[in-house]
Nanobody
Framework: VQLVESGGGLVQPGGSLSLSCAAS????????MSWYRQAPGKARELVAD????????NYADSVKGRFTISRDNAKNTVYLQMNSLKPEDTAVYYC????????WGQGTQVTVSS
């Protein structure tokens, strides 16, 4: 099983980033997918999740209206579009797949700073 995140980086406040997570080694279309993040000194928190067919999504209150999670089951990839970024969005962002078990990616750093 592999989950490989990409797209992180440094962006100014108010900017946008798009994260991708490429999955392999399991039946992607059967798994719910999530994005989590962990800021220094803080617990890992759920950012957004999406059901296996992409028909239902859920967001943390702190990102509602700014972030959008989506998936392409044909490409075994889940995305996180992040707009209107704030310094408090700075964290390592992790992709996760879950059904009866949970798998994690290695994370990608997102830094929002001027």
């Amino acid at each position: 099983v592999q989950l490989v995140e990409s797209g992180g980086g440094l962006v100014q406040p108010g900017g946008s980033l798009s994260l991708s997570c490429a999955a392999s080694g399991f039946t992607f279309s059967s798994y719910f997918m999530s994005w989590y993040r962990q800021a220094p000194g803080k617990a890992r928190e759920l950012v957004a999740d999406i059901n296996n067919i992409g028909g239902s999504t859920n967001y943390a209150d702190s990102v509602k209206g700014r972030f959008t999670i989506s998936r392409d089951n044909a490409k075994n990839t889940v995305y996180l579009q992040m707009n209107s970024l704030k310094p408090e969005d700075t964290a390592v962002y992790y992709c996760s797949a879950h059904r009866l078990v949970r798998y994690w990616g290695q994370g990608t750093q997102v830094t929002v700073s001027s």
